[in-house]
């Protein structure tokens, strides 16, 4: 017998019927509510009726959270790429996530604009990158700089977020 | 040479210990001459761990630079009131004024009349003894305040100048009094449970200590994000950092907490909602300084430690396990026979109904934050690649749930305890309704359509009067204090929502005697200052606000250059209104000519405000009520 032969056979010794209405007003439902809540869910197994209740009150907050995480994911996420894998790397649209050590003298800076101009390394490779932005107080004995951005359409790396790993000198903050 | 901070610290363990043992032997043998002993151990090891503290102060005070944690962190010129603060500026100084902390509520419960009854404060006393132990052991054999440097140097390296603030003197303190006091609450249920209590004693004995520590949270959350505001100079005060999240975990874990503990009694689930909060949030709490001494994930405040990393994360497993363990080998003792829980429309609109939809609320923002938070990790342990969220993902979850659990909490003081009438429900809504539909269509005008502040606003304005139409109507003590703390988060509510969508950033390079526009202000910029002192100079510039033709104010902002420190540290100028503050940043200069960086958010003040309006309420509560005669 195969399992999907079980499976029916469970189902049609219990069945178990639950109006959606009773979910949320009781037992009986007034006319005047939505058509849908008439809708009745079949239960198999040894599902009981207060069960599947429960499971569907369960569904409504996990599915909402789901559907806020997901939506949320989309332009958030930051991918994490070491930069020589960055260098190989087809310019694509999606954010990339960078840490690295800043390459000794590379930093140009024009507070006027602002523009800060900077490369980072990893020890074998190095990029170059652009941040529109001011010159953080601590930037140039950062042990490590970690920066979030995109590639432009003329593959300059445009950071959108700058941070710094704090100085060894300090133990850190908080 | 052994210091004296360490032979203390040694004491203290030991003491500890054997007030352990004492305390378990006296109880199973009802030694009454034990049972002292234990008492006094644990008195006397919390002296010297309070003397252990002192020691590292005064090391701090008199420039004592053989400790290589006073080196680090202190320096000769530092000003009396940071070499104070400077205390709990590192790991370990921070993990001692914890456990200082700890061990002072533990004196509480030892010697409250309240846990005297069949040696309560002893079986409760016995488990903050063991979290003791952990942290004097971790303070004594992994990261040491007291260790010693080979050459003792003639100055230190100075403190970090960003914490060099009052807002970094307080915040520790705060949010590590209210870390502990989620323990206390954690050792009642654990000692009931392992007796097989049946009265649930724990659920009364809980109460003040969550009401207490809740209060703390909030407030370090809050004395955190005020210092980032005022300090970190870009701006904001909260910015989903691990850290921060970490401190925001158990704060959800705990509102929930709060208000299934304030559910009369006979309420089917509360117990066992009681219970599954505070074992978690009392889990959160370690996981927070896992979180932050671990190094697993990158944030800006991360202190980096492997080893203390993982004997937290060891510890947090063990917890867990015993946790589990009693509240699934024990589940019999938390039914409770009260009413259950039938959603029929007539309990819909109850108090009752709306705390346990808020409660669901919480928790899914916190399932939402704590999964964003380690998605880092979870996509480098089951995906190819790491991947890391930033704010906009926080937003997305939290700001739906927030204004669902603000609206619930909105409808909520206009609902009886069971269910309310329609009639009775219609007779409270309409004001409240009216008030928060006249603000949403108003601030939809003058935020140029931005629908969720408009929402928000609505929320907002909505639970506000229906709060006050509530105090008006019919009032007592515990309700007062508990809707101040309501309308304190509604103040809250609206600081951060104005904060978020009122905002103006500009940017511009000014000569002496130009202005920058921002908002309805015209800033005047006279040219640079430089002082001298004996250790530092500092660049600063100091501008004229005027509104139309009046004069307001001024707005400074300062490089300071320390000699010790090869960078500089910014201090941003802020001129705070009720309306709006405008945030000055020095950018950077050529001779006379500078950058300015102002920025103009909305509402601000309101965030504070609200967080005092908070602290009253709880005040409120706590405080005990005349008994009448």
């Known amino acids: 017998m195969t399992l999907s032969a079980k499976w029916t056979a469970k189902a049609v010794t219990k069945v178990t019927k639950i109006k959606l209405s009773s979910v949320f007003l009781g037992e009986s439902v007034p006319s005047r509510f939505p058509h849908f809540l008439n809708t009745t869910i079949v239960g198999v197994g040894s599902m009981p009726g207060k069960k599947i209740k429960i499971v569907l009150l369960f569904m409504i907050p996990v599915l909402l959270l789901g559907y806020l995480a997901f939506r949320g994911f989309e332009n958030s996420a930051a991918y994490y790429y070491t930069i020589s894998e960055v260098l190989a790397l087809e310019t694509n649209g999606s954010k990339l996530r960078i840490k690295g050590e800043l390459v000794e003298d590379s930093v140009e800076y024009n507070p006027e604009l602002p523009l800060l101009k900077f490369s980072l390394t990893d020890g074998d490779h190095s990029l170059a990158v652009r941040y529109e932005g001011v010159l953080p107080d601590n930037f140039e004995h950062a042990d490590e700089v970690i920066i979030e951005g995109k590639f432009n359409p003329e593959r300059e790396f445009i950071v959108s977020k700058l941070m710094l790993q704090c100085p060894s000198k300090y133990e850190g903050e908080e | 040479m052994v210091s004296t901070g360490v032979v203390l610290l040694y004491l203290a363990l030991g003491l500890s210990i054997y007030a352990i043992i004492t305390g378990i032997t006296g109880i199973k043998g009802h030694n009454h001459s034990l049972l002292t002993h234990s008492r006094r151990a644990t008195t006397i090891s919390v002296i010297s761990i309070g003397g252990a503290a002192l020691s590292l102060l005064r090391a701090f005070i008199g420039n004592d630079f053989r400790f290589a944690y006073v080196v680090r962190n202190s320096e000769r010129s530092l000003p009396l009131v940071y070499k104070i603060s400077a205390l709990w500026a590192g790991q370990s100084g921070s993990l001692l004024l914890w456990l200082l902390i700890l061990s002072i509520m533990t004196l509480i419960v030892h010697y409250h009349k309240r846990y005297r009854e069949e040696e309560l404060d002893t079986k409760v006393v016995i488990v903050i003894n063991l979290v003791r132990v952990l942290f004097l052991v971790l303070l004594l054999f992994v990261t040491s305040p007291f260790e010693m440097v080979e050459v003792v140097p003639r100055d230190g390296n100075g403190l970090n100048p960003m914490l060099q603030s009052l807002g970094m003197v307080i915040h520790p303190p705060i949010l590590f009094t209210g870390f502990s006091g989620f323990l206390i609450p954690f050792a009642f249920v654990v000692v009931d449970l392992l007796k097989r209590d049946k009265e649930a004693g724990w659920l009364r004995r809980s109460r003040p200590w969550v009401l207490f520590s809740w209060t703390m949270l909030t407030a370090g ?58 074992m978690v949030t009392f889990l959160l709490t370690i996981f927070g300084t896992f979180l932050t001494r671990s190094g697993v994930l990158d944030s800006v405040h991360a202190f980096s430690s492997g080893v203390l990393g993982q004997i937290f994360l060891a510890v947090l497993g063990i917890i867990a396990a015993v946790s589990l363990y009693l509240g699934i080998s024990r589940r019999g003792l938390l039914q409770d026979e009260g009413e259950s829980a039938d959603f029929t429309p007539s309990h819909w609109f109850s108090k009752w109904t709306s705390i346990q939809i808020a409660n669901v609320v919480f928790l899914l923002i916190f399932v939402g934050v704590f999964l964003g938070t380690m998605f880092p990790l979870i996509s480098r342990t089951f995906g190819d690649r790491e991947i890391v969220l930033d704010e906009s993902f926080y937003h997305q979850i939290s700001i739906p749930l927030f204004l669902i659990v603000l609206f619930i909490m909105g409808i909520s003081p206009i609902c009886d305890w069971d269910s309310t009438h329609p009639r009775l429900l219609l007779r409270r809504v309409w004001m409240p309704g009216l008030a928060g539909m006249i603000i949403a269509l108003f601030s939809y005008r003058i935020s140029d359509g931005h629908v969720t502040a408009s929402l928000s606003f609505a929320i907002g304005v909505f639970g506000l009067v229906a709060h006050l139409q509530e105090i008006v109507r019919k009032c007592h003590k515990r309700k007062l204090g508990a809707y101040l703390v309501h309308i304190g988060i509604i103040l809250m509510l609206i600081g951060i929502t104005g904060s978020s969508v009122f905002v103006e950033d500009v940017f511009q390079t000014v000569n002496p005697g130009d202005t920058v526009a921002v908002g309805d202000y015209v800033l005047e910029y006279p040219g640079l200052q430089v002082k001298w002192g004996i250790y530092h100079h500092t660049v600063s510039t100091t501008l004229d606000i005027y509104k139309g033709d009046s004069f307001l104010g001024e707005l400074t902002s300062a490089k300071t250059f320390r000699d010790s420190q090869k960078q500089p540290s910014t201090d941003v100028g802020i001129f705070s209104t009720f309306k709006e503050d405008l945030y000055l940043n020095l950018a950077g200069w050529q001779s006379q000519t500078a950058q300015l960086h102002i920025q103009r958010f909305g509402l601000v003040r309101w965030i504070w405000l609200g967080s005092f309006v908070i602290y009253l309420g709880m005040l409120v509560i706590m405080i005990p009520a005349k008994k009448r005669s």
Do not use: C
């Open chain 2, 221 to 278: 959350i809050v004395t955190g994000g005020q210092w980032a505001y005022t300090e970190l100079g870009w701006g904001g005060y909260w910015a989903w950092d691990p850290v921060e999240n970490a401190s925001l975990f158990p704060w959800l874990t705990a509102t929930a907490l709060v208000h299934t503990l304030m559910m009369p009694k006979g309420k089917r689930h509360t117990k066992l909602w009681s219970v599954v909060l505070i």
